[in-house]
């Protein structure tokens, strides 16, 4: 079993920035391609960001593309999303999320993915 824990969500004006960390727990953390969703009220659990276990590989959602930038540290077992730009469309509880035995180069959806952090909400003020 893999815990996933989300960090760094917080109040910020439009314009600014945030970097939210995700830690997992396990060994086999390297393997795992991993990803950031997030959930506004209202509205449906929307894939962010990805990234493959060497960090070579990166995918974004076009309403974040340039502003968003995902990475991951696999030696601190920690992936990270620095949020650029930040804008009131942005609010929602971002999720960080880990696909075990990845054979695509791309996960979007979420059923693709096997383990969930709490969530960190993220609120921009305009």
């Known amino acids: 079993q893999v815990q996933l824990v989300e960090s760094g969500g917080g109040l910020v004006q439009a314009g600014g920035s945030l970097r939210l960390a995700c830690a997992a727990s396990?060994?086999?953390?390297?393997?795992?391609?991993m990803g950031w969703f997030r959930q506004a009220p209202g509205k449906e659990r929307e894939f962010v960001a990805g990234i493959n276990w060497s960090g070579g590989t990166t995918y974004y959602a076009d309403s974040v593309k340039g502003r968003f930038t995902i990475s991951r540290d696999n030696a601190k077992n920690t992936v990270y999303l620095q949020m650029n730009s930040l804008n009131p469309e942005d609010t929602a509880v971002y999720y960080c999320?880990?696909?075990?035995?990845?054979?695509?180069?791309?996960?979007?959806?979420?059923?693709?993915?096997?383990?969930w952090g709490q969530g960190t909400q993220v609120t921009v003020s305009s």
């Open positions: 396990g060994r086999t953390f390297v393997s795992y391609y």
């Open positions: 999320a880990a696909k075990r035995f990845p054979r695509a180069t791309i996960y979007v959806r979420a059923d693709d993915y096997d383990y």
